[in-house]
């Protein structure tokens, strides 16, 4: 799909393109999503170099994400995406150009389209390509710190629920998966404070994009927050590491205390078994053989020998 966003008399215009369309040349803002091969062909009529494919999105060397070329400049950025429960990073390519961006992404992302209703609302004045670049970012970074505090409020509910007394197995195994997936959108959480660093970074070292006072101003700000927010990914891996241990040691807490009562069961039932087996050898000459009361005495004597090891288990606390 080609979406091109026009500036007309200080007011946003949203035009849905097709491959028989031309580029308007007041076209402030370029969005591609999920492009066919005749989009991407359509699109490279209006590039001197190569359209990046997915391959080319993908990849994480600094040259490969961020380069400066004849078409201008260009950032590979990754962008949260909330897929139910589980969070996804998607790589967009933007294209900053002196009149003009152009954003290619293979799938849809929330935060475009609430920077999108921003721009409709007029909450977000469109006056240069570089507006729609850090509004973009602004709204990425927000959503981030958002997410962050979402997965501190899961973990500290997750860790009253796994500490708590009358939490059973079945459980446990919930706050086992929900741990592992708070750990999963965090570490995506950090990877795309981290990959919007290096772009804004590499936004202000550029040379050839000349940034005004006020869109530097955002930019730093924005680098501010990122460094404010990266200790709180840390701290959350190492909550997360804590619940993880603490999970895992109740588990084997009542592994063991399972273990140990089969132990002791058996060691109960060791003197009895013992003289069970001493008159199960049927020897001939066995006195108690014949004896008329040998078998309740017996039967006394197993009785009284596994009573008396439960006893003494029981008073010295291991039961």
């Given at each position: 799909?080609?979406?091109?966003?026009?500036?007309?008399?200080?007011?946003?215009?949203?035009?849905?393109?097709?491959?028989?369309?031309?580029?308007?040349?007041?076209?402030?803002?370029?969005?591609?999503?999920?492009?066919?091969?005749?989009?991407?062909?359509?699109?490279?009529?209006?590039?001197?170099?190569?359209?990046?494919?997915?391959?080319?999105?993908?990849e994480i060397e600094a040259s490969s994400r961020f380069y400066q070329d004849k078409d201008g400049t260009h950032i590979h950025s990754f962008f949260p995406h909330r897929s139910g429960k589980e969070l996804r990073t998607i790589s967009v390519s933007f294209n900053l150009r002196p009149h003009m961006l152009i954003t290619l992404r293979d799938e849809d992302v929330g935060l475009f389209r609430l920077v999108r209703n921003y721009f409709k609302r007029n909450q977000v004045e469109i006056d240069s390509p570089m507006v729609v670049l850090n509004a973009l970012f602004t709204a990425k970074v927000d959503y981030?710190?958002?997410?962050?505090?979402?997965?501190?409020?899961?973990?500290?509910?997750?860790?009253?629920?796994?500490?708590?007394?009358?939490?059973?197995?079945?459980?446990?195994?919930?706050?086992?998966?929900?741990?592992?997936?708070?750990?999963?959108?965090?570490?995506?959480?950090?990877?795309?404070?981290?990959?919007?660093?290096?772009?804004?970074?590499?936004?202000?070292?550029?040379?050839?994009?000349?940034?005004?006072?006020?869109?530097?101003?955002?930019?730093?700000?924005?680098?501010?927050?990122?460094?404010?927010?990266?200790?709180?990914?840390?701290?959350?891996?190492?909550?997360?590491?804590?619940?993880?241990?603490?999970?895992?040691?109740?588990?084997?807490?009542?592994?063991?205390?399972?273990?140990?009562?089969?132990?002791?069961?058996?060691?109960?039932?060791?003197?009895?078994?013992?003289?069970?087996?001493?008159?199960?050898?049927?020897?001939?000459?066995?006195?108690?053989?014949?004896?008329?009361?040998?078998?309740?005495?017996?039967?006394?004597?197993?009785?009284?020998?596994?009573?008396?090891?439960?006893?003494?288990?029981?008073?010295?606390?291991?039961?």
């Amino acid at each position: 799909m080609i979406t091109a966003y026009r500036l007309l008399d200080n007011k946003l215009k949203i035009d849905h393109l097709t491959l028989q369309d031309e580029l308007p040349g007041d076209t402030v803002w370029l969005d591609l999503v999920e492009p066919t091969d005749p989009e991407r062909e359509w699109l490279h009529t209006y590039c001197v170099e190569e359209v990046p494919d997915r391959e080319d999105l993908n990849e994480i060397e600094a040259s490969s994400r961020f380069y400066q070329d004849k078409d201008g400049t260009h950032i590979h950025s990754f962008f949260p995406h909330r897929s139910g429960k589980e969070l996804r990073t998607i790589s967009v390519s933007f294209n900053l150009r002196p009149h003009m961006l152009i954003t290619l992404r293979d799938e849809d992302v929330g935060l475009f389209r609430l920077v999108r209703n921003y721009f409709k609302r007029n909450q977000v004045e469109i006056d240069s390509p570089m507006v729609v670049l850090n509004a973009l970012f602004t709204a990425k970074v927000d959503y981030l710190a958002d997410l962050l505090e979402e997965v501190y409020e899961t973990l500290e509910e997750t860790g009253h629920m796994a500490l708590s007394e009358g939490t059973n197995d079945e459980q446990r195994d919930d706050i086992l998966k929900n741990i592992t997936l708070q750990e999963d959108i965090n570490g995506k959480i950090r990877l795309s404070l981290l990959d919007s660093q290096r772009s804004l970074r590499y936004l202000v070292r550029n040379r050839r994009i000349r940034l005004s006072d006020i869109h530097q101003q955002e930019i730093m700000d924005m680098l501010r927050d990122i460094d404010s927010l990266l200790p709180h990914t840390a701290f959350l891996f190492d909550k997360i590491n804590f619940l993880l241990d603490a999970v895992m040691g109740f588990i084997n807490l009542e592994q063991n205390k399972i273990i140990k009562i089969f132990s002791v069961a058996a060691t109960i039932f060791m003197p009895p078994t013992l003289i069970a087996s001493s008159y199960g050898m049927n020897f001939e000459l066995m006195p108690e053989l014949h004896w008329t009361y040998g078998y309740p005495v017996a039967i006394g004597i197993m009785i009284a020998s596994g009573l008396s090891t439960y006893l003494f288990f029981k008073r010295k606390g291991w039961l």
